[in-house]
Structures are given as C-alpha cells and as structure tokens.
C-alpha cells in the first residue's frame, strides 16, 4: 500500500487570519506612537527655543550687545549690530511678542508662554538667563 502523504503549513485563510490580527493590532498602537513623536519633537523644539535665547542674554554681556527679540507664531527673529536671523519652529507656537536683551544680557520681559500643542508652557527669566541650570550645578 501506498503511503498517505500528510498536508504540512497553513491554510491561505489561517495565514489571512492572522494578518488581519496583526495589521488591527497596528492600527490600535500606530497613532499612540506618531503622538508620542510629535510631543518630543515640541519639546526638543521648546528647550531648542529656550537655549536660543539664554545664548543671546549671553552673548549680549560678553560682546556687549543689544538683541532684538520678535516672535510671531513659530518664527523668532533675532536682530543685533551683526544683522538678523530668524528661526523657524514646526511644532511650538510662540506668542506675538517683542523683547530686548541689553547689553548686560538681561531680557526686558519676565516670562512668556509658549504652545506646545494643546498644553502650554512658560520661559521664565532664570530659564533665559541659565538660572536655574546654574542652581542645579551648584548643589551637586
């Protein structure tokens, strides 16, 4: 008698089950992951932001230089005697405002929010000025 020869594999349906499985699953996890990338990247944004401005207070008391700052929506331009440079943001709004930094390298405003989606949050003066880092470096 002849052998029977036995089926080994999947079935094309046991193979289309499984895809559909794996591609609903994606579709649950896929937009919890673009949301999480679009939140660092406002963050990478906002302390990009933050670090542009503590860098003019400083060069403005090493060079003693005076800096315009103006920002409109998710652009900040930055004028000095050396001429002007903007920069642009994606994914932070910024609020329609103009400040200086004087020659000692101190800004004219306190603090002001920025947009990071549908939360917000502030730069204080110590932020601009490098404060509070300086204070975290000084108690270690």
Do not use: C
Request: hydrophobic share 45%; net charge positive; no cysteine.
């Amino acid at each position: 008698m002849a052998a029977k020869r036995q089926a080994q594999g999947f079935t094309l349906i046991e193979l289309s089950i499984v895809i559909i499985i794996m591609a609903f699953a994606a579709a649950l996890v896929a937009p919890l992951g673009f949301e999480e990338l679009e939140k660092s990247r406002a963050k990478t944004e906002f302390l990009t932001l933050r670090n542009t401005i503590k860098l003019h207070t400083s060069k403005a008391f090493a060079q003693g230089l005076r800096y315009q700052m103006a920002m409109f929506k998710q652009t900040l331009t930055v004028k000095s005697a050396l001429g002007e440079r903007q920069y642009h943001y994606d994914y932070i709004g910024l609020p329609n405002l103009t400040f200086h930094i004087n020659a000692n390298g101190y800004p004219s405003v306190n603090e002001f929010e920025v947009s990071l989606g549908k939360n917000s949050r502030k730069i204080t003066i110590e932020d601009m000025l490098g404060v509070k880092q300086d204070m975290i470096y000084a108690e270690q």
